[in-house]
């Protein structure tokens, strides 16, 4: 039997491929690492902030979408006076991930003190980029 000399690929082919396989892991690297590295902006974004008055220490905080961009409920984090003068974080009440012109989230506050006919200051603020997005205040109604 008689051996022939087994050749490779043609060089043009050999370089083609490489800068094809270059290309895609260069891809693949920015797709990884644009999941990682979110680039965010504030939202523009108008709530109507209305308190009430629930149970004896508690008030319910509900934020109505008026306008603007569509924003993830879990990227919000709403803040209230207390009675003591300072500002904690309130707790969200579920009920959907994206908040649209309109629509509301519910948050539930603990005042410290029965908050009935007080004035509180309210604020809203998009966690992601630690921007305030509102910042008032309103009457508690019972």
Known sequence: MRM??????SPVTGETLMVALTIAAAAA??????GIVKLTE??????NVEARAIGENKVQLKLI?????PIIIDELKAYAENVDGLMREAVL??????LLAGQQAVYIFDYG?????KTIS????HAP???ILQDTKIQVRS
Do not use: D, W
Request: no cysteine.
């Open 4 to 9: 022939r000399s087994q050749k490779g690929i």
């Open 42 to 47: 504030r939202p523009a974004v108008v709530f």
């Open 113 to 117: 003190a029965p908050p009935l006919l």
């Open 122 to 125: 309210v604020r809203i603020v």
């Open 29 to 34: 690297l920015a797709i990884y690492t644009a």
């Open 93 to 98: 009440i579920k009920n959907e991930n994206l």
């Open 129 to 131: 980029t630690e921007s």
């Open 65 to 69: 979408h008026n306008g603007g961009s």
